[in-house]
């Protein structure tokens, strides 16, 4: 059930990048945004073997 809801707000992030790009939200929105999606591509499995040395044990 979490990994939904990470897929949703995954969604919601891309769609409030976009309606900021078209002027529809605040600047702070797109803030939340970025820094969401940047914790999301640091959490994927490819960032954390490469960049941090982590393998799943």
Do not use: C
Not at 34 to 39: K, P
Not at 45 to 56: E, I, N, P, Y
Request: charged share 15%; aromatic share 12%; no cysteine.
């Amino acid at each position: 059930m979490f990994h939904d809801a990470k897929n949703w707000v995954d969604v919601a992030s891309i769609g409030t990048v976009l309606a900021t790009l078209a002027g529809w939200f605040p600047a702070i929105a797109a803030l939340a945004s970025v820094v969401w999606t940047l914790i999301r591509i640091y959490e994927t499995k490819t960032v954390q073997s490469a960049l941090f040395g982590k393998d799943d044990a």
